[in-house]
Every structure is written in structure tokens, then in C-alpha cells.
């Protein structure tokens, strides 16, 4: 399920940065804050609006990793796979959970939008291993079972 483009609030983005061409990626950030990932349908009006081409457009997004043109999950949760975590055992968590949300490798999100699991190198919270984030927000000292026990909050609260 991808949303459609409401081309109004599209407008108030490009009017919030002055329709500036070098704004591209603060222009992609808002874009994709509104959306949860980046419709293939903006780049061409960001295209037609900005004058720039698609073409590089969508050679910013790709570039980026922070950029996403598949939709992603009200909760993404991102596991730290980084020395310290997978020392201390990040991997079980991550399987835990994609056999929870029957996700895998190639399967990130879940059907209903409401998931997205990735591996990320590093967050940055080492003394803290293994860690896990949910919507930037940090879980410290996980385990498989706690990874549960967060999936299952997480569900009840929708």
C-alpha cells in the first residue's frame, strides 16, 4: 500500500525552500518525513517545479542511504550490527523479530505498514550493546526476549 501524493503539500514544501534547486535534499528529507519514503511520483513533479531533471533527482535519492523509495513501517526499528552489539549478540534479537513479523533479508516491512526492521553498522551506543532503536529512540541492553516484549507493546498501542 503507497500513498497518494498530495500534490498541495508537495507545494508547501517547495514554497518552505523557496523552490530552490539546491534545496533538493531538504526538499527530499520533508518529502519523505510527510510520506515515510519517497514516491516515485514526486520526482517528477519536484522535477517539472524545481527545473531540474529526474535523473537527478533520483541520483540524490539513491545516493543517500538515508533515503527510501520503498514505504516503510510506522515503526522502524533498527538493530545495530556494529562490533559490540554482534559480540554481545545482536543477531538473535534480529532473528527473533523477523520471525515474529515474518520478515526477512529481502522483506523488510511488514504487509500492513506497520514494521520495518534494518541493520544498521552502528549506532553509536556501544556501552549500551545490544541496542536497538525504534523510531530513533534507543532500547538498551536487549535480548531476543525483550525484543518480544517491546514488538508486543508496540502492537498493543495500534
Known amino acids: 500500500m503507497k500513498a497518494a501524493i498530495d500534490f498541495g503539500e508537495m507545494d508547501a514544501i517547495l514554497t518552505k525552500y523557496g523552490h530552490k534547486a539546491n534545496n533538493i535534499i531538504p526538499i527530499l528529507q520533508d ?5 515515510r519514503y519517497l514516491p516515485r511520483e514526486a520526482f517528477s513533479y519536484l522535477s517539472e517545479r524545481l527545473g531540474i531533471s529526474t535523473a537527478r533527482i533520483y541520483s540524490v535519492a539513491t545516493f543517500y542511504e538515508n533515503f527510501s523509495l520503498e514505504p516503510k513501517g510506522k515503526y522502524v526499528i533498527k ?19 523477523r520471525k515474529e513479523l515474518a520478515l526477512s533479508e529481502s522483506k523488510v516491512t511488514t504487509d500492513d505498514l506497520l514494521f520495518t526492521v534494518e541493520t544498521v553498522s552502528c549506532l553509536g551506543a556501544c556501552g ?12 538498551p541492553a536487549m535480548t531476543p526476549d525483550k525484543a518480544s516484549e517491546l514488538l508486543a507493546k508496540l502492537k498493543e498501542a495500534n
Open 128 to 139: 549500551l550493546a545490544p541496542v536497538l532503536t525504534v523510531n530513533d529512540k534507543v532500547y
Open 31 to 35: 518529502t519523505q518525513a510527510k510520506y
Open 79 to 97: 538493530i545495530c550490527d556494529g562490533t559490540a552489539c554482534h559480540v554481545r549478540k545482536s543477531i538473535p534479537i534480529l532473528e527473533r523479530l
